[in-house]
């Protein structure tokens, strides 16, 4: 299911998590939904669409944050013309599952910066047809506030490139999300 780059990656992830988890140190845990633009990036065959997804983060001394999460996107319908006809093109359907790695964490009080980038595994199916799956990488940053110890409002701008079907999909996501930082882990 996944490359040997994806699984080197995942397994340096986790244990990048158990050595920072150690019993002597805190941990933050937080849930977070999200929702906002999915952008194709040079892809003739899509239109824009939304993206709609929860977050986990896991923030460990608040330096380093693994962040687990799910998402699904919906790309419009594009309308082509061939031979002098116009052809309704159904737009994908996709779902991820994935973690990022983030300097940083999205569940501090006061104003939040944090890059991030991760991996993840992707499913693109064109409604009434083609399916396909892969594995992609994304890239990106979020800045944000949070007015309370639990709750943070989160703006982030990601690139996502998905490895499928024998091609390369690219999106560009420009997300809001809303996190709660569950009760800290000593």
């Known amino acids: 299911m996944f490359t040997a780059a994806a699984r080197r990656l995942l397994q340096a992830l ?13 941990a933050d845990f937080g849930i977070g939904l999200f929702g906002g633009a999915s952008l194709p990036v ?12 929860a977050r986990f983060p896991v ?14 996107s919906r790309q419009k319908d594009v309308i082509r ?6 052809v309704p093109d159904p737009g994908w359907e996709g779902s991820l599952f994935g973690a990022n790695l983030m300097l940083g964490s999205p569940l501090r ?14 499913r693109l199916i064109r409604v009434g047809g083609e ?7 994304d890239i990106g940053a979020g800045v944000g506030i949070a007015p309370s110890r639990h709750m943070s409002m989160v703006l982030r ?3 996502n490139s998905i490895a499928a079907g024998g091609s390369t999909r690219r999106f560009g996501y ?3 999300g809303l996190n709660y930082r569950l009760d800290r882990i000593d």
């Open 42 to 53: 040079n892809q003739a065959d899509e239109e824009n669409g939304n993206i709609f997804g």
């Open 14 to 26: 986790a244990l990048t998590t158990a050595l920072w988890a150690s019993p002597a140190r805190a």
């Open 81 to 86: 013309t061939v031979g002098g006809m116009q």
């Open 59 to 72: 923030s460990l001394l608040g330096l380093v944050t693994v962040e687990p999460y799910f998402a699904t």
């Open 131 to 137: 399916r396909v799956s892969g594995t992609g990488v």
């Open 109 to 122: 009080v006061g104003l939040i910066f944090f890059p991030y980038a991760g991996i993840n595994s992707a």
């Open 174 to 176: 420009l997300t809001f």
């Open 157 to 159: 701008a990601e690139a």
